[in-house]
């Protein structure tokens, strides 16, 4: 029998999530780890890097690494046993992300972030900023789960959406218009908004720079819920200072605090008006953890029933 | 020939538009008014009530007094000559009203006030309490073009939208449910949201107060585009100090700041985290008044061509 290790400490909600979901006795949880043999475990369900590199190397038989997160840019690959496959959880919190995004978006639209700090003060700038946005164009960039949620509730609020992948497949026609991201600079140019939801692999790192930014709307919106380094923090930051009509409404961040730190980039966003700052919570939304915790089950299901398991990262 | 007035200075753009819709020469524009005979106007394009009172009692033949705007509680029917009739502009930004919000929800849903002040001050607020849209509750006050065009947008979101109005009637089938407004303290008590979107009346005034208030989630969502006395402003403060999960989205005001007046409420709203703040300008984004323009004159074109018009709101 197939043994599991969860290597990490679970809650007793959780475990009975997973004892739904699986066999109860091919589980070993990370609080017993010392008490069972972990000789035979062929599948891990990690959650954080820090602690599972440990672990993975104290299983000899192991083929199998589900990660419980999305974006596994902060996985080590190097650090993988040769021959062992990362699964990714890509999906799990999709919809949440996409509301994130779509909700940004919104505020951005309708500078509600601004009238609410300028109210806060005595100023009532009822002024007709407000993009509307019917019959507005986003480009979205990426079109994996994320990217494809927000497409769908772009079309329903009457927006014209633009895919841009690597394919320029059109995934189930979702996209009005598909372009491969040689022709970003081309359509970024007649993008009202511009929604990144990409991960961050070294060849999308400052894919937005100086260039790109400069063929953009004097008003458009870019939004980024995928890693912060897909823009170029200082061109971003010029832009930003330069044109006070362009607005920035980021999730994802160049520079994490640590315990304890207080929050900041190299350039101060802080200090402008058409930034909108939200602290990488796109998929941090009420009971998110059950969300990641029964998709990423389903896929280890789908090994034990011997089937091929989804979000193959790398072999 | 039926003679119209517009009872307003009007620049060069907007002149053009009147011009494509109505015939040039039944037109008489307010700066022109101590030129020509207004002794045969029967119809009036009025936007401020300030204004145009004084005008209307100069118009011996006058029929029909259309306003530029949905709202008419500005407006006091008393003094409108008897048999003249009074018709709105309603549904001519209703898209745009609704737009705004779905930004306010949204905005709320996944604490983005909030927690781009909390950054700018260095703080990092990762907390998983944004809510998920998907499959929550939405009880829509209102059923007109407004609450029309939020009942679509949060269908499309995976929203199950409750409507509420006076007649009972599930206009189109929008609705998944529709109860009488007396049926409100039982539909608010399962709302995660309420959105206000009816115009105010007396009998509207301080419909939701301390009782309805006390029905509602912890945790829920109220959002208003209405207009802000059909809220009890005391009830509404107090409820917010005391459940500081329960978010206020507002976007209209029991008091407006006159020229130079900074603004300012009985309550002190601004002090509060848990409200979002709008200058009631839901109705008033890029361009809006040649929407509202557009759609009052398709109005006066009806009564050219003998039809109805729409939106009596007085005979």
């Known amino acids: 029998m197939t043994k599991i290790l969860i290597a990490y400490p679970m809650e007793e909600k959780f ?18 780890m010392d008490k069972k043999s972990l000789e035979d475990v062929e599948i891990v369900l990690v959650r954080s890097w820090r602690i599972a590199r440990d672990i993975i190397h104290k299983l000899p038989k192991l083929k199998y690494i589900q990660y419980l997160f999305a974006g596994v840019d902060r996985i080590k ?7 062992v496959v990362l699964l990714s959880n890509s999906g799990a919190n ?45 480009v979205i960039l990426g079109t994996g789960n994320i990217g494809r949620e927000i497409a769908k509730m772009l079309r329903c609020l009457s927006v014209k959406v633009i895919g841009v992948n690597k394919s320029g497949r059109n995934p189930d026609n979702l996209f009005h218009e598909i372009y491969t991201i040689d022709k970003l600079k081309k359509v970024l140019a007649i993008a009202d908004f511009c929604i990144i939801a990409l991960p961050l692999t070294p060849e999308m790192e400052n894919l937005i720079d100086e260039e790109k930014l400069s063929v953009m709307k004097k008003n458009a919106i870019l939004v980024n819920v995928g890693r912060g380094k897909i823009i170029n923090e200082r061109a971003l930051y010029n832009h930003l200072r330069k044109n006070k009509s362009f607005i920035a409404a980021l999730d994802v961040w160049w520079k994490y605090p640590k315990q304890g730190e207080k929050f900041q980039q190299n350039c101060d966003f802080a200090s402008l008006d058409n930034v909108i700052m939200s602290p990488h919570c796109a998929g941090v939304y009420e009971n998110y953890e059950i969300d990641l915790l029964k998709h990423a089950l389903e896929n280890i299901k789908l090994i034990l029933e011997g089937k091929t398991p989804k979000n193959v990262v790398r072999y």
Chains 1, 2 share one sequence.
């Open 15 to 32: 475990r009975r999530i997973v004892e739904e979901i699986l066999p109860k006795d091919i589980i070993i949880y990370y609080e017993d």
């Open 77 to 83: 690959t190097e650090e993988i046993p040769k021959g």
């Open 94 to 138: 999709a919809r949440g992300v996409a509301e994130h995004a779509l909700s940004l978006l919104l505020t951005a639209a309708k500078k509600i972030t601004w009238r609410d700090r300028e109210m806060r003060i005595g100023n009532f700038p009822q002024t007709s900023e407000s993009l509307l946005l019917t019959n507005k164009i986003a």
